[in-house]
């Protein structure tokens, strides 16, 4: 017995060393991403997320106005439409409110925001935040709060990136990498804001259908009301502009203000309801603003919040 | 609680550690904990359904116990009847009930006259068939005086309800099960660590091969009249990896969880895929199953020993059953039917025990005879699957027909086609290791046995790196677990 428990301890030993260094060695090697999948550093990735910390990190603090969201937060807001707030855009691609509560812990006290606007879309709640995870392990730091969000999420891909991360971190593999600020259509504006070369959607037909909400993306999303609470920070929920036949085709977009939004008696407010945006002259795919919509949204936000 | 979850990863130490190094020596204790272990595992799916499994357990306890007692044949024929009709009842109302009342509805409907038949909202109890037919040969062995019914009910119901075998076999018989759990286990660590190696290579057949096939499979089953002839060929082939792969890797998980424990459960698997004809994929293919059937229906129906009506009818009867026993759908019982008419040349023809042996016995390679033999009783299983795999019957001919399209000679296309590559890649490698393990009873068995440790080590640690890079990101249920 005592010789099989002993084996077991040193297996198991061995495989805590040796697992990590072989994803490390996925992760270096020049092999197609077909074939590793559970393992997805993408740095500089779709989003510009590494230039937003890079950013984020020389900042001095004392921000007038946090924007948090999805691609819906960091293609909806741009600081140059808001002269005189300095504002910044924390938003990342399919960002939950796993990663946001992750986020906020993380850099809530370094930014120190006198308001945040949150960008909640329903279709944030409804998915598991893996991609987002991803994104975020890649671009950003990692350290306790990194390894509680792969506790949280437990999926192998993030296991696996978070190990090749803590390589990368620890051997300093990213010190020369520079993302560009134009990637393809993409440009990345100072204060967190992606620009998008102007386009205009054709707009599709839907059925009708509705949104679910994730239990552990309502909890998450409970925490992050706390946390801002606690912290007595004025904070405003929207929803974003998304195409009208889209956002109609949902039955139950008022899910959140019924509930979690009324329980806490938050500020919320539902921009497809207070503006009507032409799906394609204003829309550059079914969610997402082009300049032109963005410029309209931002206008009617400070107008409605008389910023 | 499923073998491939990180519960039963703490679960399986837990129980194993109380079990060897707390009661270690104490046979009944050891038993309760098995017992009370097999009941926490059951209870993690739907506690409400172990107030099922009890009462089922009590039941064949019991109606054991009266039929040995039992004064006469009428009265021993009462308490075996009574067990059988409650069983087969239980069965019937949580796995058939649906089906039958729909197929009468849907019959009724074709004259013209329309009900509305009460079908109820039921959730299948998991493991229903399995702990059943567990019953049943209990209460057939002792009703046929093969066996003596068992006193002691914490022994009875850790025979019934041994979580290892608890929700998808294999099949146990009392006469091979109950001695064991009936006589002291000393700790041996060469089965401990065999035990641990089976484990390990059912989770590489359900996490990597099953549940990477699966999702290629539902992608080309789900959309199936979207894609050319050779690409359902690939979606069927990958399905009978998948089925593979999944129900055989649970035998393995469950077998060498046994094994941990000092158990020994019968064989489920022999690696059908390399069988030479039918006949002898049955023999290898869900062995518990197969070997319950032949004892428990066909030798009564007279088995081979009639004329050669009686044969043709006992063989549609055993394969039809089989086929019904997996589900309350008409695919099922396709798949079995199909199966029948497979087999029946060989046995009418007196070819059905030809390949007893594993194929090319000692040697590295087959023979070009026998390689033809194995292509083509897998292309056989590969076809029948598609039954097995259909929503319907319908979807299965349309799947068929679309298969026998001028498209099969094309290349398979289909938008994961690079991830498939390199499933298929992986099915190689998997193949080739189940070739050389094939003399064992189970792949990795003998597996570097002469290697040096770091070497063999590192070959296990190789496989747990593929599962960390391959494995589905989410928990996927075993198949048979609806049955």
């Not at chain 2, 690079?418 to 189970?442: D, H, S």
Request: charged share 20%; glycine share 6%.
């Amino acid at each position: 017995m005592r010789k099989f428990f002993k084996n077991i301890f040193f297996f198991v030993f061995f495989l805590i060393i040796a697992y990590p260094f072989m994803i490390f060695l996925s992760g270096y090697l020049p092999i197609p991403q077909t074939f590793k999948p559970n393992l997805n550093y993408r740095i500089g990735s779709y989003g510009h997320m590494f230039t937003r910390i890079k950013e984020l990190n020389q900042l001095n603090g004392d921000v007038d106005i946090l924007f948090l969201g999805s691609s819906h937060s960091y293609r909806g807001f741009d600081p140059r439409n808001f002269n005189d707030k300095k504002v910044f855009n924390l938003g990342s691609s399919s960002q939950t409110p796993i990663q946001t509560k992750f986020l906020l812990k993380r850099y809530l006290n370094k930014i120190n925001p006198k308001m945040i606007i949150y960008d909640v879309y329903p279709g944030t709640f409804s998915i598991d935040g893996v991609e987002s995870s991803l994104d975020l392990i890649a671009n950003d730091k990692n350290d306790l709060e990194s390894i509680k969000m792969a506790f949280e999420l437990n999926n192998i891909k993030i296991y696996n990136t978070l190990i090749y991360a803590g390589f990368a971190d620890f051997f300093n593999l990213n010190k020369n990498f520079v993302e560009p600020i134009k990637k393809g259509e993409d440009t990345y504006i100072s204060g967190g804001f992606v620009e998008n070369k102007i386009h205009y959607y054709k707009f599709d037909n839907y059925s009708k259908r509705e949104w679910t909400f994730k239990e552990e993306q309502v909890k998450a999303f409970q925490e992050i009301i706390s946390l801002l609470k606690k912290k007595k920070l004025k904070t405003i929920l929207v929803y974003a502009p998304i195409t009208p036949r889209l956002y109609n085709s949902f039955t139950n977009n008022n899910f959140l203000e019924s509930t979690i939004i009324k329980r806490n008696h938050l500020e919320y407010y539902d921009f497809n309801n207070l503006m009507k945006l032409n799906d394609s002259l204003y829309f550059y795919d079914t969610n997402h603003l082009n300049l032109n919509g963005v410029k309209l949204f931002n206008k009617k936000l400070i107008e409605t919040l008389k910023l | 609680m499923l073998f491939n979850s990180i519960n039963f990863a703490i679960f399986l130490p837990i129980v194993f550690i109380l079990y060897w190094l707390v009661i270690n020596k104490n046979l009944r204790l050891q038993n309760s904990l098995l017992l009370i272990a097999s009941y926490f595992f059951y209870a993690c799916w739907d506690w409400r359904f172990l107030f099922l499994l009890m009462f089922s357990t009590l039941l064949d306890y019991y109606t054991g116990l009266k039929m040995q007692n039992a004064e006469s044949l009428n009265r021993k024929g009462f308490w075996f009847w009574l067990s059988i009709t409650v069983n087969l009842g239980f069965l019937g109302v949580f796995k058939y009930y649906n089906f039958f009342a729909e197929s009468f509805t849907e019959t009724i409907s074709h004259f013209g006259l329309q009900i509305n038949p009460a079908t109820l909202n039921i959730i299948l109890p998991v493991g229903i068939s399995f702990y059943t037919f567990h019953g049943l040969s209990y209460v057939i062995d002792i009703y046929k005086n093969r066996i003596k019914a068992e006193r002691n009910f914490v022994d009875y119901a850790v025979f019934v309800s041994f979580f290892p075998l608890l929700v998808a076999g294999p099949i146990e018989r009392a006469t091979h099960l109950l001695p064991q759990i009936k006589k002291e286990r000393i700790f041996n660590y060469s089965k401990a660590v065999d035990g641990l190696k089976q484990i390990l290579w059912g989770l590489f057949k359900k996490i990597v091969i099953a549940d990477n096939c699966a999702q290629f499979a539902n992608q080309i089953f789900g959309n199936s009249t979207d894609y050319s002839g050779s690409t359902l060929v690939l979606g069927a082939v990958f399905f009978t990896f998948q089925i593979y792969g999944d129900f055989s890797g649970y035998s393995d998980i469950a077998l060498g969880t046994a094994r941990l424990f000092g158990i020994e459960l019968l064989r489920n698997f022999a690696f059908p895929y390399f069988s030479r004809d039918i006949a002898e994929f049955w023999r290898r293919w869900h062995i518990s199953l197969s070997s319950w059937f032949r004892d428990y229906l066909y030798i009564p129906l007279g088995g081979s020993k009639g004329g050669m009506w009686m044969i043709i009818r006992n063989t549609f009867i055993i394969f039809i059953v089989s086929g019904f026993w997996h589900g309350a759908n008409w695919t099922f019982i396709a798949w079995g039917a199909l199966n029948a008419i497979y087999f029946l040349p060989l046995l009418v023809t007196k070819q059905n025990r030809n390949n007893l042996e594993i194929v090319a016995k000692g040697k590295l390679l087959p023979t070009f005879k026998e390689l033809s033999q194995i292509a083509i009783t897998f292309g056989l299983t590969v076809f029948a699957w598609i039954f097995f795999r259909a929503e319907s019957v319908g979807h299965a001919l349309s799947y068929i027909s679309g298969i026998f399209s001028k498209s099969l000679f094309t290349i398979p296309k289909f938008p994961d086609i690079k991830p498939a590559i390199v499933t298929i890649t992986i099915l190689m490698f998997f193949v080739l290791i189940e070739w050389l393990g094939r003399e064992q009873q189970y792949a990795i068995k003998k597996l570097g046995i002469k290697w040096k440790r770091p070497v063999r080590w590192a070959f296990y640690i190789l496989l747990f790196f593929i599962f960390g890079m391959y494995m589905n990101t989410e928990e996927t249920p075993f198949i048979y677990f609806q049955f």
